[in-house]
């Protein structure tokens, strides 16, 4: 049974574009005869059921769970790995955007407006200037790390009984917005590193200093990385030429999952709760932390790189949102 607010129209207009995309990607699979491309990437297509429910259910795009995956799991390099996450996500979180838009979700404007333009300038600069520069052993290392301290963050948002919530941003002042602009910016770097982490950054942020509804936050962060993906997907394959075919590969054995996937999560959120999603999440961010020693066994300075990480993503999320401390839940 659906929930009430799914109003008949927007879903007969949201399934049709699935239909159409799921067409589209029909003929073009018949016509490069790419069918086989199952029997040799069939693991990413069950992994993207569950990053698309993921996708859909948290503030956590489907990059986050293929990232540690692909690079962990299966060695796939990490450029890749950014690669496919830019491209899914430009499909399932776009999906999953729409139908938040057509469905009348609400969304918060200034979160969305201001962190998005930090985000495009973040990707932008960090696709060039940073990205590049990432040795593939740190990549892994600084990707579970940060997300460890995010698993903090997250629990402090889902398990905290201190602190108030709201459904909107209050009036912020020149130097609020221009601090939610840079944590725009830090989210966009992530990303052009990770394939993911506008979203999870900027939720945090909102959610812990602000005190702003998981209920409003979760849909505005994933327009947020729709929106970044989708740049990140241009800037990978049009403008750098960067976009491998394994990546392209990896991203056509899982289309038909994820533009499904990401609005079935949001309706499964609905039905579980919100703290047995987050404690799904954390779980996952404990055990691809774990992973990432036993797989990658960091040495002294790897090591130390990586608390340097975590040290730094626990300041990002607790002290840069100090002012929403102590106060208690309305």
């Keep these: 049974m659906l929930p009430a607010n799914l109003r008949k129209k927007p879903l ?13 990607w029909a003929i073009y699979m018949s016509y ?6 199952f029997a040799e990437n069939w693991f990413m297509t069950l992994v993207m059921i569950f990053g698309s429910l993921i996708a859909g259910a948290s503030s956590e795009g489907g990059g986050a769970i293929a990232y540690p995956v692909m ?16 491209a899914i996500q430009s499909f ?3 999906s999953a955007a729409i139908w938040i838009l057509l469905s009348g979700i609400r969304v918060e404007k200034t979160y969305l407006l201001l962190a998005g333009l930090g985000g495009l300038a973040g990707i932008v600069s960090g696709s060039w200037l940073v990205a590049p520069f990432v040795v593939p052993s740190y990549a892994k290392m600084m990707f579970v790390s940060f997300w460890l301290s995010f698993g903090l963050a997250l629990w402090a948002v889902n398990f905290s009984k201190t602190r108030k919530k709201t459904d909107r941003l209050p009036a912020l002042t ?23 982490g506008l979203d999870i950054c ?3 942020y ?11 936050a979760t849909p505005t962060s994933v327009i947020l990385m729709a929106s970044n993906a989708v740049a990140g997907y241009f800037i990978q394959g049009a403008v750098l030429q960067n976009m491998q075919p394994e990546a392209i590969g990896y991203l056509l054995v899982c289309i038909p999952v994820v533009i499904f996937g990401a609005p079935v999560g949001a309706y499964t959120i609905n039905r579980f709760g919100r703290r047995s999603i987050a404690f799904v999440l954390i ?10 020693i036993y797989v990658i066994r960091p040495d002294l300075t790897l090591s130390l790189f990586s608390a340097g990480v975590f040290v730094f993503g626990v300041i990002f999320f607790f002290l840069l949102t100090r002012n929403n401390r102590g106060i208690h839940n309305k």
């Design 174 to 196: 020149r130097n609020q917005k221009l601090e939610l602009v840079l944590v725009g910016v830090a989210g966009g770097v992530f990303s052009s590193i990770f394939g993911n």
């Design 283 to 292: 779980s996952i961010i404990v055990l691809q932390f774990f992973t990432a």
């Design 71 to 86: 690079t962990l799991i299966f060695s796939i390099e990490p450029d890749v790995a950014r690669n496919f996450s830019f």
């Design 32 to 37: 490069m005869d790419s069918w086989g491309l």
């Design 12 to 24: 007969r207009i949201f399934l049709a574009g699935c239909l159409i995309v799921l067409a589209s």
């Design 206 to 216: 909102v959610v812990l200093k602000y005190g702003l509804s998981e209920k409003v």
């Design 202 to 204: 900027t939720f945090s």
């Design 92 to 94: 399932g979180m776009t």
